[in-house]
């Protein structure tokens, strides 16, 4: 069974002090490793897809990273913007048609003016 | 470009009652996935659809079901509704046009209530 967890659960920060999440995966086979963003009472939003350990992707102050069994997202010099729940998902290589998400539980962010 | 879109945003349902959640796809996306979120268990796959049919559930009873329409729109419905059904309902939509991983790109959800 597919699983990712994730830490730490919650994250304050100051505003400009930059630290990482982490997201631990447990699956068969990798098809794909995805980072969301979401908000309080709103959908995930989509950040980045990694396919293969080595590889990295970046988008403003994100930065993901992806190792045979984890996934780093790090955060440079946050912006009280950046305050959310961090989503990391999993969709499995071999599980026939299977192309769902699974989930971790999140790490929610707090930046701090 | 429109996103995923969903509809209503709120509702609000008492035991035993039936619910009916729509899903309208990025234009161009074939298929659909409904997640449940509900608080404190984070997303939680339900069901897959892609070109029409179902192609796969999650461990969820059969009073979830749902069907996808020629114009690749969604509906989830929930019969005789329980107290724990209280969640946000998440659509997302995705091209697949290969074995390769696609992205799924999620609407706003519907918040469902149950009293």
């Known amino acids: 069974e597919d699983q990712v967890t994730q830490s730490p659960e919650a994250l304050r920060l100051q505003e400009g002090e930059s630290s990482s999440l982490n997201c631990s995966y447990t699956?068969?086979?990798?098809?794909?490793l995805f980072w969301y963003r979401q908000d309080p009472g709103k959908g995930p939003e989509f950040l980045f897809t990694l396919y293969s350990a080595g590889e990295e992707k970046e988008k403003e102050r994100l930065k993901a990273t992806l190792t045979k069994k984890e996934s780093f997202l790090h955060i440079t010099a946050p912006k009280p913007e950046d305050s959310a729940t961090y989503l990391c998902a999993v969709q499995p290589a071999f599980s026939g048609s299977a192309r769902q998400l699974t989930f971790g539980s999140g790490t929610q962010l707090t930046v701090l003016p | 470009e429109a996103g995923v879109t969903q509809s209503p945003t709120h509702l609000i349902k008492t035991r035993g009652q039936q619910v009916t959640l729509r899903c309208s796809p990025i234009?161009?996306?074939?298929?659909v996935y409904w997640y449940q979120q509900a608080l404190g268990l984070g997303l939680q796959f339900l069901l897959w659809y892609d070109e029409g049919e179902e192609r796969n559930r999650g461990n969820f009873p059969p009073r979830f079901s749902g069907r996808q329409f020629p114009n690749y729109s969604s509906e989830l419905n929930v019969n005789a509704l329980e107290l724990e059904d209280s969640a946000l309902y998440l659509c997302?939509?995705?091209?697949?046009?290969?074995?390769?991983?696609?992205?799924?790109?999620f609407g706003p959800g519907t918040r469902l209530t149950v009293l």
């Open positions: 997302a939509s995705s091209l697949i046009l290969s074995a390769d991983t696609d992205t799924q790109y």
């Open positions: 234009s161009g996306h074939t298929s």
């Open positions: 699956v068969s086979g990798l098809r794909g």
